[in-house]
């Protein structure tokens, strides 16, 4: 694949997808955009090692009593009758419970003080080396006894091909506010993956993420591209008490699997784009995704 550049932008594509064929193509872009000595929560080693792996693990990002605050306000955004009725709750598709309510940062001002927390969008700033904007945030809730995983993707994939994300200077981070067990299907991470963009084949399908945030389909790469990748970079299972936190590169492949334990995974996702690199038209998709899954709103954080 070579790069094209959009004709109504004149922004190029640096990473084509959805095409004819798969490919994998080298990263152009840098993986840590700050300064390694810019001050913030994060030391120069953790973004070396951020920089290596596309992953930085931190223990406790917040306290036992900051997670309980926040698992009782996911548990009443998820019980409510009003929000499972919103389209921004996604729901499991057996159990038909909430498996998922995006744009919480604006739904519920507890978690929108956690993205103010500079615990939060002080490690976003530091790694993307400007001002940040929520691209995405939501909660996931993953009961017992079989809620479903997410198969391997990149991110970055979807958001540049369905969402208009031009660089990769995105990061995500997940706060657990549940153990995570290596059973209950927890976060997987191929580690360097991050450095490798995998343009997948095939078309997106116009309102593509009504099915894929329950199945991913477009977008998904192939056994023989995921086993190439796994061979060369292994694979990172995530475990951690809540109140841990995983902070990810948007291009790192991962996923999770389905939770047939009795144990809960819950996790709250927010998702921080540069302030310098806001979404345009969509590089590889006919529309849009909505604006509570892909943010049009450039607002800085503060």
């Known amino acids: ?5 959009d004709t109504t932008t004149g922004i190029p594509d640096l990473y084509p997808s959805r095409g004819a064929a798969e490919a994998l193509t080298p990263r152009q872009d840098p993986v840590v955009w700050g300064a390694p000595d810019a001050p913030g929560p994060v030391t120069p080693a953790d973004l070396l090692s951020f920089e290596r792996d596309g992953f930085l693990a931190i223990d406790e990002l917040i306290s036992e009593d900051e997670v309980a605050v926040y698992r009782n306000e996911l548990n009443r955004l998820v019980n409510d009758p009003d929000m499972r009725a919103d389209e921004r709750s996604i729901v499991e598709p057996k159990s038909k419970e909430i498996r998922t ?39 996931n809730v993953k009961p017992g006894f079989g809620a479903s995983g997410f198969y391997w993707h990149s991110d970055f994939e979807t958001w540049h091909a369905e969402d208009g994300l031009p660089r990769m200077r995105t990061v995500s981070v997940s706060i657990a506010l549940t153990e995570n067990y290596d059973t209950n299907g927890g976060l997987m991470i191929m580690p360097g993956s991050h450095k490798t963009f995998l343009g997948c084949a095939g078309e997106t399908p116009k309102d593509n993420y009504k099915k894929s945030l329950q199945m991913q389909d477009a977008g998904t790469p192939s056994d023989e591209a995921l086993t190439q990748l796994a061979t060369q970079h292994g694979i990172k299972l995530f475990t951690g008490k809540a109140g841990s936190a995983t902070w990810f590169d948007c291009n790192a492949m ?6 047939i334990t009795p144990f809960p995974r819950s996790n709250v996702f ?3 784009n540069s302030v310098e690199n806001t979404a345009v038209e969509p590089f590889a998709a006919p529309v849009r995704r909505p604006e509570f899954i892909g943010a049009r709103d450039f607002t800085p954080v503060r």
């Open 1 to 5: 694949m070579t790069a094209t550049t």
């Open 101 to 139: 309510v995006f744009e919480v940062h604006k739904i519920s001002e507890v978690f929108a003080r956690l993205v103010r927390d500079e615990r939060v969008v002080g490690r976003a700033r530091q790694i993307l080396g400007s001002d940040v904007y929520v691209h995405q945030s939501r909660i």
């Open 254 to 259: 991962h996923g999770s699997g389905d939770n």
């Open 270 to 272: 927010i998702v921080f």
